[in-house]
């Protein structure tokens, strides 16, 4: 089975701009998960999405959304860059359903802002 | 909110020296534990995980790790690194309400000298 993707793998934006990143997620895996990874405060969840909608939320402003869609591919956007968007994000996914689920994750999109 | 502990931050060890990577977490109700691995260069990769049942789980590449519930603590060991094993080290808790949101240590980095 193919792994969990994840495009583009580079980005470099400047500030008060928008970026999508996007995650196809294992087949047959229908929960897929984002989180922000940087040196200062390490991983950290921003969201979950089940089946079109999204199940979790982490401690994150409203600039950072996602959606997902019918095929469980999932896309995260990040509206008006600040420097401190400057992080590797990485999506998981997993069955998602039941309490015992495994998250298996992509190789991740490294933003850089300037 | 659910915090997760790595006390050990870099650990440098010879090859064939046994490991102990300490991990503690806060959350008082059942739980999913894991380690994952992150290989320079490389992405995420699951090592080990415990849902229930036997208290000590064994992962890939010869590690395994114990639950001690009383101490909220989920202990990895190795007993002879390699080399190979340089990468760092990541515990992740994942409380067992449904949510689909890791929690994960600040991570500890392992350096392995030949």
């Known amino acids: 089975k193919a792994g969990v993707t994840q495009t583009p793998r580079y980005l470099i934006k400047t500030r008060g701009q928008q970026v999508t990143l996007s995650c196809s997620p294992i087949?047959?895996?229908?929960?897929v998960s984002w989180y922000q990874q940087t040196p200062g405060q390490g991983l950290q969840f921003l969201f979950e999405?089940?089946?079109?909608?999204?199940?979790n939320k982490g401690n994150f402003p409203g600039r950072f959304s996602g959606r997902q869609f019918s095929n469980s591919r999932s896309e995260m956007n990040v509206s008006t860059l600040e420097l401190g968007d400057s992080a590797l994000y990485l999506c998981?996914?997993?069955?998602?359903?039941?309490?015992?689920?495994?998250?298996?994750f992509g190789p991740g999109t490294r933003l850089t802002v300037l | 909110a659910q915090s997760v502990s790595q006390h050990n931050h870099h650990v440098i060890l010879s090859e064939a020296a046994s490991l102990e990577l300490g991990c503690n977490y806060s959350?008082?109700?059942?739980?999913?534990l894991f380690w994952y691995v992150q290989y320079p260069g490389q992405h995420l990769q699951l090592l080990l995980k415990?849902?229930?049942?036997?208290?000590l789980v064994k992962g890939i590449k010869g590690f395994e790790a114990e639950f001690i519930k009383s101490k909220f603590s989920f202990n990895l060991r190795k007993p002879s690194v390699q080399w190979s094993d340089t990468a760092e080290y990541f515990c992740?808790?994942?409380?067992?309400?449904?949510?689909?949101?890791?929690?994960f240590g600040t991570g500890t980095r392992l350096t392995v000298i030949p």
């Open positions: 998981a996914s997993s069955l998602g359903q039941g309490k015992i689920d495994t998250q298996y």
């Open positions: 087949s047959g895996h229908r929960s």
């Open positions: 999405y089940f089946s079109e909608t999204q199940r």
């Open positions: 959350y008082g109700g059942t739980v999913n």
């Open positions: 415990y849902f229930s049942g036997d208290p």
């Open positions: 992740a808790v994942n409380e067992e309400t449904g949510a689909n949101n890791l929690f």
